[in-house]
């Protein structure tokens, strides 16, 4: 689905989060994301979607979305399995041996991984 107003930001975004076994909001300048997002990658996921919604027009009714989803606008938003799993502090860790530990493996669908 192509966004073309700030009307279609919740089926749009709903969409992208059950569309994907991973789904990433981000901001290109954030280094929160940019750490999660290469936490994420080393998982060798099979689909993993990251939207960078600073490039978009309705960036600010997709983080009014997130607020009203998740409780926060900041980014990055992680939803995993359609889920939303954390923001940057809960997926910083992952660096520390987070997924050997089974964290965020048992969120994750066999078929993901």
């Known amino acids: 689905m192509e966004l073309k107003s700030s009307r279609d930001v919740p089926q749009w975004a ?19 994301c940019r750490i999660a997002i290469e936490a994420l990658t080393s998982l ?7 939207e960078e919604i600073d490039k978009s027009h309705y960036c600010d009714a997709i983080q009014d979305f997130l607020e ?18 954390g923001g940057g502090d809960d997926t910083t860790p992952l660096w520390i041996c987070i997924f050997p530990s089974g964290g965020i493996a048992r969120s994750l669908p066999a078929a993901v991984v």
């Not at 709903?14 to 929160?32: M, N, S």
């Not at 060798?44 to 990251?50: A, K």
């Not at 009203?68 to 799993?85: L, M, Q, Y």
């Open 44 to 50: 060798n996921v099979s689909d993993m979607h990251v």
């Open 68 to 85: 009203e989803k998740t409780g926060a606008r900041s980014v990055p938003r992680v939803f995993i399995a359609g889920k939303f799993f």
């Open 14 to 32: 709903e969409e992208l989060i059950r569309g994907h076994a991973i789904t990433v909001f981000a901001k290109t300048p954030c280094p929160f």
